[in-house]
């Protein structure tokens, strides 16, 4: 296998070589057995062993081995204990979640902070087979059924390839020692459901069923590089923009394609959303209607789906009285500032110019609320403040989260668009205050 292992890495994955390698380890046989390949290939690596501590003593005896395989190896070991079941309960994730979530993000700052150039973890053929079964009971697109890449981003794995009856054979035949987890044996885990009932099933029935499933994977690639090619395509046409807002799609591409369903689940899947004759709907839907997924909101407004984050970064207070003899005053949106000034300059977005005389307590800044009247500077009439922020074909994010400053209940200004006329600066304005938001 060693021999192997060095043709592998020669036609698939030569860039490692003379690399500085991080390698994931466990302390059970994959991890160790790659940790000997490794080893054997003279290549550049340090071990990085995760203590989820589960499994009470068992736990602390596969680090101490860790540490004693780091020793015999002259490695260079790092280990991280964990509070996993606490991490679990907080961010509500199963066991096995949280241990996956804490283990890469510490390899990931682990590696970025002592810049390792790649991560290698020993996941095997097996663990591909088990991992496209998983997605396949689950439901999945394509892209779930493509099984676990050879390299993302900065993780290599260089095991893919081999079965795990070939990892055995290699350790037996070479004694080399690996740590047994208890819990792989237990079937409480749907992974290890397959990997003892039903895979051996499968290896029966198809002795060459890793052979025909790699073949399988091949062509299943092949197939999601065409979806890709032809997704990209039509993302092209359909994004309008790209900005804090999110990311708005002209609904008209896709309505031209032949299956609007299965580009919709292809452009979004990987934003949360589950109920996908939902997002279909939105392409014939009212203005206004959207679907959310834990941290994704898509929305249609008019000719257009919008995507954007949950996230909103702007709270929604109900009303903050101001008192303006403080100058500078700190707000939901940002810090204004009221000043007595001499002459009057042109108002802006962020600046407005009023008759100071005109204002009366109590002066206030809210979001604005169904029923609000105001007199837009320049123009001739009061308008309601839904009618002025629909005029001016506004995002209904950047509507939700339109302010407006009041004096005695009557709008001075729609924050960062429109003043009041009523307030405006005259010749026979004695006091100028100038109001500014930043």
């Known amino acids: 296998m060693q021999k192997a292992f060095e043709e592998f890495i020669d036609q698939h994955l030569p860039f490692i070589k003379g690399k500085k390698l991080l390698l994931a380890i466990s302390g059970g046989l994959d991890s160790v057995v790659l940790a000997w390949l490794c080893h054997g290939l003279n290549l550049e690596f340090s071990l990085a062993h995760c203590n989820f501590n589960l499994r009470g003593e068992e736990s602390g005896d596969d680090e101490a081995f860790v540490m004693e395989l780091a020793e015999n190896l002259d490695l260079e070991v790092f280990v991280q204990n964990f509070d996993t079941v606490e991490y679990a309960n907080q961010n509500r994730r199963s066991i096995q979640m949280a241990a996956r979530e804490l283990r890469y993000t510490w390899l990931k700052e682990l590696a970025a902070q002592l810049k390792f150039d790649?991560?290698?973890?020993?996941?095997?053929?097996?663990?591909?087979?088990?991992?496209?079964?998983?997605?396949?009971?689950?439901?999945?697109g394509l892209n779930g059924l493509t099984g676990i890449p050879l390299m993302n981003d900065n993780i290599v794995r260089p095991l893919l390839p081999f079965a795990r009856e070939d990892i055995l054979s290699f350790a037996k035949s070479q004694n080399i020692p690996w740590r047994e987890d208890s819990s792989n044996s237990t079937r409480k885990y749907l992974r290890n459901k397959l990997r003892h009932d039903v895979i051996p099933i499968l290896k029966e029935i198809n002795p060459q069923l890793l052979d025909c499933f790699h073949d399988t994977l091949d062509n299943l690639k092949d197939t999601a590089d065409i979806v890709e090619e032809s997704l990209n395509a039509v993302a092209k046409r359909a994004i309008v923009s790209i900005d804090e807002g999110g990311v708005t799609y002209k609904i008209s591409e896709f309505k031209k394609v032949n299956n609007p369903k299965a580009y919709l689940f292809e452009m979004f899947k990987n934003f949360g959303f589950a109920e996908w004759n939902d997002v279909l709907n939105l392409l014939d839907a009212e203005t206004g209607k959207y679907v959310i997924s834990e941290t994704h909101k898509l929305l249609k407004h008019r000719e257009f789906l919008i995507l954007s984050e949950l996230e909103t970064s702007i709270p929604k207070i109900e009303l903050q009285t101001l008192d303006i003899t403080e100058g500078k005053i700190a707000t939901a949106i940002g810090t204004i500032t009221f000043e007595k000034v001499q002459e009057k300059k042109n108002n802006t977005s962020k600046v407005i110019y009023v008759d100071a005389n005109k204002l009366q307590d109590p002066v206030t800044i809210r979001l604005w609320r169904n029923g609000d009247i105001f007199y837009p500077l320049?123009?001739?009439?009061?308008?309601?403040?839904?009618?002025?922020?629909k005029d001016e074909k506004l995002l209904p994010a950047e509507k939700e989260n339109t302010f407006v400053l009041t004096a005695n209940n009557e709008i001075i200004w729609v924050v960062g668009r429109r003043a009041d006329d009523r307030f405006k600066v005259t010749d026979k304005t004695e006091s100028i205050l100038k109001i500014s938001i930043l």
């Open 378 to 389: 320049g123009l001739q009439g009061k308008k309601k403040v839904s009618k002025y922020l």
């Open 118 to 140: 790649y991560i290698i973890t020993a996941h095997h053929a097996d663990d591909n087979l088990e991992t496209f079964l998983i997605n396949f009971l689950r439901g999945t």
